[in-house]
């Protein structure tokens, strides 16, 4: 049973100073309040010393009127019948003793790698996964600790992945410990599930599954494995059949795909299965990671692929169909054709899309406890260079401050980078593990390296030629389609 459907159950909001004031992190939608200090500061104190009325503060502070107003539409303000307000479901986070300027307090979410083992052998397994791995596990006693230790810091939410996390039956005790503390929980799984586990899977209560298909069912299956493809669908089914009769408990989907030569001709096909489900669909170009790092270096995509294949996302938000379907297509990490993209830079680092979540808003956790920046540097960071303390034994503020959490969260782009017209609207910038991977490395606190998704210069080579095609007046013809591109 959810923490929600609890008798006492926890208080639904997390009030957190951090170093441009606070945050309202709400454990029931991925939404965020960004609080200027006096706000925080008026939120804190009274949560300390409820009661203070209404009139009070707007003779003291007029300029918090209109926020107050906001946080009781949110509701976590209420106000009482005699004018007074009270800040309802909502809990106060003791701050650390030292607050760092440009870096959060604390995680908002783990990735908790619960196992490497899986019952698939994906080509391209950024973990490398596969049935037979033997590793060491923190016990089950270890995991509800830790998960004890991160809410007290302020995270609410906490992703299972793997491996294949549903391999281990005591995942659904975990997945209990998790929400009878408050947290989101969410989990990725390939949906290769028996009749057991879906069952339980479905009365667990987490929030949202990601789970991934990278194409028609041939396609798919090559990458995964004979028969995978019917499972996902069987498993999208079954979550669909649950969601029309207990939409109180509706597990919200997302589909991962990673995209490569082997499959770029297959994402309309993705899409439109996902609209038939109404389900999201993320996509994300196949990385030098894990598995594919040795085996499927070529069929990772060129700069001049991938930005012609986030034309073709752009031209699929546009089908009537899609768009009737009301699902999301993202590709992370760059999508400089959507016009409607927002500009996130108005907003404190490090919301302001200028980078991912690694280590910002986000730690991983491997199967023993130990904390790590990116799980898609795991298996060429031999030195552990990524690597922090286990937390069995460390606390959050010294796991999330560790050194070498740190060299991965404060290294710092390249200036083509920084000062790109796109950062912060349609792109979060290089991405650390690409560069990584592609043999870049981390000198005296700065990336060196390129990331070859980055198509910025293609795109102003492309103005540059239809600028000079104008003036001679003719069209520029188009550099490549997709369909010209062979399918392996």
Known sequence: MSAENRQGAPDRFTLRKEYFGGLVLDSHT????????QEYEF?????????????????????LTQRVNAFAETGFVEKGPNGEIILTNIRLVPPPDQIRHGVLTAPIRVYDMYTRRCNLACEHCYAASNPFIKEDRRTLEQTADIMKKFYDAGTIEWRFTGGEPTVYPDLFDAIDVAQGLGMNVSMNSNGWWSEKTAQKILESGISEMVISIEGEPGTNDLRRKVGSYNHVIDALDKVAHHNRFYSDKKIDVVINTAVGRDNINDAEFVVRLAAKYGHNVNFLPLKPSGRARHGLQSVM????????FSRKVQQLRTDPEIQASGIKLTHRYKDLFCPTAPDQ???????????????????????DGRVFACPFVIEFDVRNEFVGPNMITSSVEEAWNHVNIDKFRTAEKTQGCTDCSHLSKRCRGACKATVLGYGGEIKDGKLVGEDPYCYVSLIDEEDTMIQESKARGRQMLPFIQLDDIPTL
């Not at 991925?30 to 200090?37: A, D, I, Q, Y």
């Not at 939120?43 to 300029?63: I, T, Y």
């Not at 995509?301 to 012609?308: A, Q």
């Not at 830079?345 to 199967?367: D, H, L, R, V």
Request: glycine residues 4%; charged residues 25%; contains cysteine.
């Open 301 to 308: 995509l060129s700069t001049r692929e991938w930005m012609e």
């Open 43 to 63: 939120l804190s104190r009274l949560k300390e010393a409820e009661g203070v009325f209404f009139d009070a503060v707007l003779e003291s502070n007029p300029d």
């Open 30 to 37: 991925p939404k965020n309040e960004f609080l200027k200090p």
């Open 345 to 367: 830079s108005g907003k404190p680092y490090p919301f302001n899309y200028a980078e991912c979540g690694a280590t910002t808003t986000a730690i991983s956790m491997f199967p």
